[in-house]
């Protein structure tokens, strides 16, 4: 993992796969939903969905932003939401 800070805040952050970077502000990983699981997106669900996601960098970014949205269920946001996927293809 690759995080950029300021005033110690992290301002985006990047999980490396073997042949894709993702990165993300850390609103993806704080995302809320309250009801009825009470629990943030968090880093171990995003790193699960990328690393169970096609590599090619269209369907990749599809991917996580569905089980993204799924998790958020219309939720309102409430930080920045951003991802930028780099692959080799």
Same mark, same amino acid.
């Given at each position: 993992?690759?995080?950029?800070?300021s *005033?110690?805040?992290?301002?985006a952050?990047?999980?490396?796969?073997?042949?894709?970077?993702?990165?993300?502000? *850390?609103?993806?990983?704080?995302?809320?939903?309250?009801h009825?699981?009470n629990? *943030?997106?968090?880093?171990n669900r995003?790193?699960?969905?990328?690393?169970?996601?096609?590599?090619?960098?269209?369907q990749l970014?599809?991917?996580?932003e569905?089980?993204?949205?799924?998790?958020?269920?219309?939720?309102p946001?409430?930080?920045?939401?951003t991802?930028?996927?780099?692959?080799? *293809?």
């Amino acid at each position: 993992m690759i995080a950029a800070f300021s *005033d110690s805040r992290p301002l985006a952050t990047a999980n490396i796969c073997s042949s894709a970077v993702v990165l993300y502000t *850390d609103g993806v990983i704080e995302a809320w939903h309250p009801h009825p699981r009470n629990e *943030d997106y968090g880093i171990n669900r995003l790193t699960a969905v990328i690393t169970a996601a096609p590599r090619k960098a269209g369907q990749l970014l599809a991917h996580i932003e569905a089980d993204f949205n799924a998790f958020a269920d219309g939720a309102p946001q409430q930080d920045d939401v951003t991802f930028l996927v780099l692959t080799k *293809d």
